[in-house]
């Protein structure tokens, strides 16, 4: 199985603040990584796939970069509705695997 | 506009059969190109993917629980299945159904999850 590893697993940042939030793979992806958010007793919600392509509805403040085995989330200026959990997923190989997560929260 | 539902028992005894049924709107499982596909997310802790059916029937399965899951589905009904047998404390999670757009965006629409506690 590929191992995700994502850092850092939490993060405290304030509203208007860039975040970047990394994820790294043991082996390469090419760019089949997507990126989740997910909110407390919501299913994760698709932001980015294919490494760096954004999902229809996200706001333009979220991005992706990277391939091969190291990706990167950005977010470009941290509001309010952003604080959450994010996931890195791997889609290149099944079985399917997640990064452990990056908590977002109010510093 | 895809939608999932989860349904299914909310309590299963250890030993016993955990059995959750997909129900999907707003697309056909019989379309090609996508697979259907169970996630589970035990409390506090990160996403495990759990397996996938094709349109085709085929399946593929997370090796860490292969021995003990069957997904299946009924084209008819437009819903598909989860079965995991000899349950334990372990598999107490919350449970979603997902359609995995395999050759783009991958997991792109997800049911809202059902809780499953295995309990005496």
């Known amino acids: 199985d590929i191992q995700m590893t994502q850092s850092p697993s939490t993060l405290s940042a304030s509203v208007g603040d860039r975040v970047t939030i990394t994820c790294r793979a043991s082996q390469t992806l090419s760019r089949w990584l997507a990126w989740y958010q997910q909110k407390p007793g919501k299913a994760p919600k698709l932001l980015i796939y294919k490494a760096s392509d954004l999902e229809s509805g996200v706001p333009s403040r979220f991005s992706g970069s990277g391939s091969g085995t190291e990706f990167t989330l950005t977010i470009s200026s941290l509001q309010p509705d952003d604080f959450a959990t994010y996931y890195c997923q791997q889609y290149n190989q099944y079985p399917l695997t997640v990064g452990g997560g990056t908590k977002v929260d109010i510093k | 506009q895809v939608q999932l539902q989860e349904s299914g028992p909310g309590l299963v005894k250890p030993s016993q059969t955990l059995s959750l049924t997909c129900t999907v709107s707003?697309?056909?499982?019989?379309?090609?190109?996508?697979?259907w596909t169970w996630i589970r997310q035990p409390a506090g802790k990160g996403l495990e993917w759990i397996g996938r059916?094709?349109?085709?029937?085929?399946?593929n399965y997370n090796p860490s629980l292969e021995s003990r899951v069957t997904i299946s589905k009924d084209t008819s009904k437009n819903q598909f299945f989860l079965k995991l047998s000899s349950v334990t404390a372990a598999d107490t999670a919350i449970y979603y159904c997902?359609?995995?757009?395999?050759?783009?965006?991958?997991?792109?629409?997800w049911g809202q999850g059902t809780l499953v506690t295995v309990s005496s």
């Open positions: 059916i094709y349109t085709s029937g085929s399946t």
């Open positions: 707003g697309g056909s499982i019989a379309s090609s190109g996508y697979y």
């Open positions: 997902a359609r995995d757009d395999y050759n783009n965006k991958g997991v792109d629409y």
